[in-house]
């Protein structure tokens, strides 16, 4: 691998204030023995901001056995038992977390993916990404973040679906902080516009990851959506759904929707 490393730009760059935030587990992982090569890793620094923390037996042992609780915990003993008992067996894990300072270019996440490869090379199994709700067995990360070598923002986010008591199926984003942007939510959608939301949120995914802003107000014109969509902005990091702040592209449920949205700017 050449010893030039390529920038991940962020073509649609606007400074916000929002630090992106980044929190992963790496499950066996012994970072003592840690060698980060520029040339195999595609890094050339740890990201400013990030703290990279050991526990095990003689170091909070306690922390291993909290991540392996709770509702996501139980999901990935259902679908993913393999995987779970693989995590299960481990006595020591590495924490990467923190908010990186420069995010004018997504370096930042080709260096932190650089790392968490090299702590998979140094007797990590799996990793947690906390904040897209997301296992990750140590071939899949391979395989599908680091190999790529390229900032796929899909892979990073993911889109999660949920019933409405209407019917109707709520489609939320998770992620978008590692980012510095909001992620992205929208209620009341008619299950024969799941596809075509969901592809509006991969068109917004990559856009925020890329370092646009969403507007407040900003209207969606798609053709294979409903006339009278737009944003707004609200929620915190303090919101469990997201544990970031969101935006809600609302679905027109009325002519009020509709005529409001017409004094609204495109998409």
Known sequence: ??????DWPRIHYKETGASPFLYYVVFGAN?????????????????EGLEIMAYG???HPEVLDDLRQGYLWKELLVQESDLANVVAAQTTCTVVRGFVVDDSSLNYLRNTVGLITSLLDNGGVAIFDAQSFKWWSANDWKTRIFEPAAPLSH???VILVSEEPDDTQWLHTRGLRKFGRPDISIHNVPAAFCAAVVGMLNRFIEF????GVIQEGQCVQLTSLPEGMYCTHGGSEDDPDFNNFHIEI??????????ASAMRRPA
């Open 208 to 211: 925020q990851a890329l370092g």
């Open 155 to 157: 892979e990073h986010v």
């Open 250 to 259: 609302k679905w027109p449920n009325s002519s009020l929707d509709a005529d």
């Open 1 to 6: 691998m050449s010893g030039v490393l390529l």
């Open 31 to 47: 970072v003592d023995e840690l060698r980060l090569s520029r040339s195999k890793y595609r890094c050339d620094a740890i990201p």
């Open 57 to 59: 037996p003689a170091c």
